[in-house]
Nanobody
């Protein structure tokens, strides 16, 4: 069983930065099997993929955040960070950490499809004011 816990959200002005953290806990699985991703969602809209990272550090990003957001990991991949730079008001959303054990071996980790992910955190709110 995989548990995810996000933190680091908050309110910033446009142009500011935040670092979101996703802590991975649980047992009975190898971190090397986990595909980790971040999604975001605003009221009335479907979840939007932000980016994903595999255990070997391979990353992929949505075009809307490429060059501004950066994924990284430490603690043998049990802590995943999403660095948010040059934030814009349109980045305001609830950000969710997601994981799945079957996407790495099936080469689907970096495709960004929310329905592929079986584990989700509770979310952390990011609000960017103009």
């Amino acid at each position: 069983q995989v548990q995810l816990a996000e933190s680091g959200g908050g309110s910033v002005q446009a142009g500011g930065s935040l670092r979101l953290t996703c802590l991975v806990s649980g047992s009975g699985f190898a971190r090397s099997r986990l595909c980790m991703a971040w999604f975001r969602q605003t009221p009335g809209k479907s979840r939007e993929w932000v980016g994903a990272i595999e255990s070997d550090g391979t990353t992929a990003y949505a075009e809307s955040v490429k060059g501004r957001f950066t994924l990284s990991q430490e603690n043998r991949g049990r802590t995943v960070y999403l660095q948010l730079n040059s934030l814009k008001p349109e980045d305001t959303a609830m950000f969710y950490c997601a994981a799945d054990l079957n996407l790495v071996w099936s080469d689907k980790c970096l495709l960004g499809r929310s329905n592929d992910f079986g584990y989700w955190g509770q979310g952390t709110q990011v609000t960017v004011s103009s």
